[in-house]
């Protein structure tokens, strides 16, 4: 899941003269960029400044990296085979169409016409809810502190793959407990560990008991965890122009491996039992009202709606660009690639259940077991192990970065659109601001790579990506389909592609999708459970430390529209419906076309003294309604 700027922070696009209240002046309007005058009444803001994707298909790379993450590879298959097999594709596509496809293309449209990230351009769209942006980059940044430890862990099997015996192979190792150890995986014998998971526990973790033993630093993770971050800040570093680049080998290499894996497994004994598992229909699982919120709740979080990434991503396009294309194109790929690696994941199950002589779901699992245990179980019974190995693990390191990427860039967007010539003042360069969130985002992360840290890393995943995100994609959709509405989205829509989306989409944004939405939430309230991990039960203590993790994103919406109604005027109800109506110009034109020397927008001379005088045409301010 990000691609920032360019190399200095330029100046801000035209909103950015305008706060989170666009209807006050912003701090920064006596200042209007280097050799530009200041904008004010009378004038036109101070210029573009913001960066375009070099081509159309780096955004669509950018945005299919995002949404295609270790979820992909992780989370869908296992869920798809315990809902139903390949009856859970009805509700799955079902929700696709109502849920997924139309929250992105609105995602799509507010970065796109807004050119800004999701903190102001939600804060134009509705100032009431103009939490719901600040929200967003709140649980964005809380993701970037640990999703990297996913990305280090990779690092480290990646390594280790290049042993001439796969360390994870045999109980003969100075972490393995050899009495309860298995060289293959146990079954039901629940005293027994498999080698691949006592690495995991003894070699990788090294883990305590609980999260009450934090047990010291891994120091191994600890270099592997400043190497991630490295690599997430070289890809980031110079914007768009270049970061761009990155995203042709990282969003496309994971396609070669799968394929190349899924050929390969297909041969192998037992795989054609464990797909035939993975998509025989159990039809009666239709009839269950948790397989339906399972599988809009997979569209939903697969997709990264409510992160704020989107936004940002697309607020690097040109005014122009064809969004709903670009939306398909992301959305189709992401449910294409989860079904691609459910193939792929359970003909290697289907294998392993064969030479094991066991049941398929005694071996099937989700989550980081799945690839950091049951798989590597799996190469270490194949010829040619090592390079199986390694290609999968850098696999997962490109589908990890990717959406790293992108999570990093909400926030870097954040203080360039809020602070803006502030920030150049204070790290000069774009590059150091951009170092600068990656420090502090690597300083966070420590605690993830102690003896304890999985109970850390465990707790920090169920209250951000489970609990937390659920209520801010309600509230952000509350505040996009039915407060702004949906005749605003469209005519949005409309000023960028030349035509209005059609019936379904605008059927969706005012019926279906809020809808699914408020039933997801309702269900994620009556099915919520405390975090655990494994049989581990977390003490009261974490639980609550759990929750103020969850409400460090979702206060935000609570104060943002407690400050917004007490800055306006009159009565509480007019106060509230002030605060309603959005100050977005929807009169707006192509701030940034093309070929802007075709029209002349000022004249510079100098004065008598000197001194540099900018005289705006009428043409360069009737752009601006001016």
């Known amino acids: 899941m990000g691609l920032g700027a360019e190399n200095a922070i330029t100046a801000p696009s035209p909103e ?36 375009t994707w070099g081509r159309d298909v780096e955004f669509v790379l950018a945005s299919v990296g995002y949404a295609v993450g270790l979820g992909n590879v992780w989370r869908f298959p296992y869920l798809c085979y315990r809902s139903g097999g390949g009856a859970f594709l009805v509700p799955y596509f079902t929700m696709l169409l109502l849920c997924g496809i139309p929250l992105l293309f609105m995602e799509f449209a507010i970065g796109q016409y807004t050119r800004l990230g999701p903190v102001h351009a939600l804060a134009k769209i509705c100032p009431l809810l103009k939490g719901v942006g600040v929200a967003t980059t709140v649980i964005s940044f809380l993701l970037c502190t640990y999703y990297n430890v996913i990305i280090t862990w990779a690092l480290y099997y990646f390594l280790n793959s290049f042993w001439t015996t796969l360390p994870w192979q045999s109980c003969n190792n100075t972490w393995n407990v050899v009495e309860n150890c298995s060289s293959g995986f146990p079954g039901n014998a629940s005293h027994l ?26 120091w191994e993770l600890l270099g592997l965890l400043l190497l991630a971050w490295t690599i997430v800040y070289l890809c980031i570093f110079k914007g768009v122009k270049s970061s761009g680049k990155v995203v042709y080998f990282t969003a496309i290499f994971p396609y070669f491996v799968l394929f190349a894996l899924l050929i390969n497994n297909v041969q192998l004994p037992g795989a054609v039992d464990g797909i035939v598992y993975f998509l025989t229909p159990v039809w009666g699982k239709l009839l269950e009202v948790k397989v339906w919120v399972n599988a809009a709740a997979q569209v939903f979080n697969s997709i990264g709606i409510g992160f704020g990434s989107m936004i940002s991503l697309a607020s690097y396009n040109k005014f122009n ?3 709903l294309r670009d939306t398909l194109i992301v959305a189709l790929t992401n449910s294409a690639t989860s079904i691609l690696a459910g193939f792929v994941i359970f003909s290697a199950i289907g294998y392993m259940a064969h030479i094991h002589n066991l049941p398929v779901e005694d071996i099937a699992t989700d989550g980081p077991g799945l690839v950091f245990v049951v798989y590597p179980e799996v190469f270490s019974t194949m010829p040619v192990s090592q390079m199986w190995a390694a290609l999968f693990f850098l696999m997962l390191l490109c589908l990890g970065l990717d959406s790293q990427f992108s999570m990093a860039e909400v926030a870097v967007t954040y203080f360039t659109d809020e602070f803006g010539s502030k920030v150049l003042r204070v790290f000069k360069r774009k ?11 690597f300083l966070l992360g420590i605690p993830h790579i102690t003896r304890g840290g999985i109970y850390v ?20 959709v509350l505040a996009v389909c039915w407060i702004f509405g949906v005749t605003r989205i469209s005519t949005m829509i409309k000023t960028m592609l030349g035509k209005e989306p059609n019936l379904f989409f605008r059927l969706n944004w005012l019926v279906f999708t809020p809808f699914l939405v408020l039933v997801i939430l309702v269900s994620s309230v009556v099915q919520y ?8 039960v977390y003490p009261l203590w974490a639980d609550a430390l759990g929750w103020g993790i969850s409400l460090l994103s979702i206060v935000w919406i609570p104060l943002g529209a407690l400050q917004e109604v007490w800055r306006n005027d ?48 009428q043409a360069g301010l009737g752009r601006y309604g001016v």
């Open 16 to 51: 950015r003269y305008l706060d989170l209240d666009p209807r006050q002046p912003h701090a920064e309007t006596e200042e209007g960029g280097p050799g530009r005058p200041p904008a004010g009444p009378g004038r036109p803001p101070a210029g573009p400044g913001r960066p």
């Open 193 to 218: 560990q498999s080698a691949s998971q006592q690495f995991f526990d003894r070699k990788l973790l090294e883990m305590t008991d609980g999260i009450e033993e934090a047990g010291g630093v891994r």
């Open 321 to 323: 660009n064809n969004l």
């Open 431 to 441: 590059e150091l601001l951009v170092l600068a969130v990656c420090v502090v985002c």
């Open 457 to 476: 890393f465990q707790l920090m995943d169920h209250y951000t990506a489970v609990v937390s995100l659920m209520f801010l994609a309600f509230f952000e």
């Open 529 to 536: 459970s405390p975090a655990h991990y494994g049989r581990y």
């Open 570 to 617: 009159g009565s509480v109800l007019q106060r509230v419906r002030h605060a309603m109506k959005p100050t977005i110009d929807l009169e707006a034109k192509d701030y940034y076309p093309e070929e802007k020397s075709k029209t002349p927008e000022c004249i510079a001379m100098l004065d008598q003294t000197g001194g540099l005088q900018v005289q705006y045409s």
